[in-house]
């Protein structure tokens, strides 16, 4: 009967993408039926370990990151969890063979937000790497389906478009993230006297990478290729509004697009697709 848990897991797993994140929930659904599931599975196991250590404030966070670690690994290795996230999870990296390192590598990550810290070039880096590129590189393993030439070639485009969406997170994040978590994650900038000089030098850094990662987007399977793209957009219309905003306006308020906005760039981004316009 194990199948009617793995459903319900598989469920826990998608409330948990819609519950959070709409922008994700509506590129899921432009993704092949057939690997939506693993996805959300991904975003679910990913969301659980940023809450904790983004939101569990009055809780030992470095004992549940443990717990949640060494709990993820538990379930790889017995392939069933108790925690209907991860038991999603362990299987959408058994089916997809999804590298443990990726998974290493992320949980290191959220290990440094434990303790605030200032960031060096290296550092920042690193960071980028666990908590994004490696998450690109998770999905990837999804859309790619067990085709390691395949997942090869489409590597670096894979981890540069999860290094983009982060440094747009950090960007729209930064108000909460420095005043509310003592977090500064660029390198040699100082929060408290943040110029519109040091946020244009962030943006053409996240401007090259989005016209890397578009060049890998349209190279990824059908079965992918219209959801990944759905996120794009998003993010890049978040960045747009972003860049309009000064350093002293992203630093007052959280810059966001609404739900109305969202579902337009949904239709446009469904016609270039059609038209082959990305």
Known sequence: MK?????????????????????????????????????????????????????????????????????????????????????SFQKAVKDYAIDHELIHLFL??????????????????????????????????????????EYERLKPFAMKLGSTFQKVNFLRDVKADYQNLNRNYFPEVDLADFSDVQKNQIESEIEEEFKLALIGIKQLPLSSKSGVYLSYIYYKELFNKIKRASAHQIMDRRIRISNGHKIGLMFDSIIRYKINVL
């Open 3 to 87: 199948e009617i848990f793995d459903q319900l897991s598989a469920e826990c797993s998608k409330i948990t993408t819609k519950r959070y994140s709409t922008s994700f929930s509506l590129g899921i659904y432009f993704l092949s039926k057939k690997i939506r599931g693993p996805i959300y599975a991904i975003y679910g196991f990913v969301r659980f370990a940023d809450e904790i250590v983004d939101s569990f404030h009055d809780y030992d966070k470095k004992y549940l990151l443990e717990k949640f670690k060494n709990d993820c690994f538990e379930a790889i290795a017995h392939g069933i969890s108790l925690n209907p996230v991860l038991n």
């Open 108 to 149: 290191r990550s959220m290990e440094m937000d434990l303790e605030p810290a200032v960031y060096s070039k290296e550092k920042y880096e690193s960071y980028i790497l666990g908590s994004a590129e490696v998450v690109g590189l998770m999905c990837l393993s999804v859309f790619t389906a067990g085709d390691k030439a």
